[in-house]
């Protein structure tokens, strides 16, 4: 069950304090994109996201897009954000994580993975072993997949919160 339960819980992507991040020495983000910084509905970045991204470069960041979609969903996110991105990446496989890794030479200790979904970003971050953030789901809608490894997340986050592991709404970093 602790595969399930990341080393960070905030409400969303605008409430993490990325200056902890840095001082703990992480220099590389992946972010989730589906439900972490944007809901299925919207097919561009938002000012609001572009803002932080921004940010979060000039804090010295380096930021890739991480999401299961394929390239079509993902390229106006990784045009409009100015980032690199990895499609398709297959979470919580730990294959892309660490390709990702090799090819722009990090270790463990300097990638954060950030995203929605305990059973593909939190559990495929685990895994590898990097430092893993939990944000709350930006919206209900979800594709098909996603909508039913929510309600196995739900059994988990039912499970990890009887053990004293997780509770929705307690945020920590
Ligand atoms: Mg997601």
Redesign the pocket.
Known sequence: MEKYVPDIYQKSIFTINYDTLLSRGIKCLLF?????IAPLKEKTPNEKVKTLFQELKEKGFHLILFTNSPKMRARPFKDGLEIDCCSCARKPSPKKFLSVMKIYKYNFSEVAII???MM??IAGGNEVGITTILVN?LAKREYPI?WLKRKREKKIVKKLRDNDLFTRGRYYE
């Open positions: 989730d994109l589906d439900n972490t995203g929605d979904s593909d970003d789901p996603a």
